[in-house]
């Protein structure tokens, strides 16, 4: 067996151990299907809220998922998150006079409908509901809920068109 084989062996074995040690305890934490992927590295799931992930969706590297106290975030099944992605289910309230203090906060549950596309560098705004089937395209800011089958994009985000469906 050559140097080369067994370096390969080694990787693939601390490899293994990484995603292991990174991701296990966010499975344990969160109600996340088996078969729900974290698509790379550097994916944080966070928050003392609920996370829920349905079977086949994924998440993708440098991801960010965050869960406040008393909210949730719901993947359904088949869904596509890319990477780059922000989650949030609290913010600050864009309007307030940040010079006063900390700025008052909005809450509010994040749902992803079955099938849905988010593509890379997205950012979704507490509150929204992207509905099943729908696409976000990338670098989008999310502000508002998009209904099924349709396909969104831009900063803010807004209806580009309704799905053509073949």
Avoid at 28 to 36: E, I, M, Q
Wanted: contains cysteine; hydrophobic residues 40%.
């Amino acid at each position: 067996m050559g140097v080369l084989t067994v370096l390969g062996r080694i990787a693939g074995k601390c490899s293994t151990l990484y995603w292991l040690l990174t991701y296990a305890p966010m499975r344990s934490r969160y109600r996340l299907d088996p078969t729900f992927r974290f698509n790379g590295k550097g994916i944080l799931l966070y928050g003392d809220g609920s996370i829920e992930a349905g079977p086949d969706s994924y998440v993708g590297e440098l991801s960010t998922l965050q869960a406040a106290a008393g909210y949730a975030i719901r993947i359904g099944v088949g869904c596509a998150i890319s990477h780059n992605v922000r989650v949030y289910t609290q913010s600050a309230l864009p309007d307030a006079d940040f010079s006063l203090g900390p700025p008052p906060q909005k809450y509010g549950d994040v749902r992803f409908g079955d099938h849905c596309w988010v593509g890379a560098n997205v950012f979704v705004n507490p509150g929204v509901t992207i509905g099943a089937n729908a696409v976000v395209g990338a670098n989008s800011v999310v502000t508002k809920d998009i209904p099924p089958f349709e396909i969104w994009g831009g900063v803010p985000a807004k209806l580009i068109r309704k799905k053509r469906l073949t």
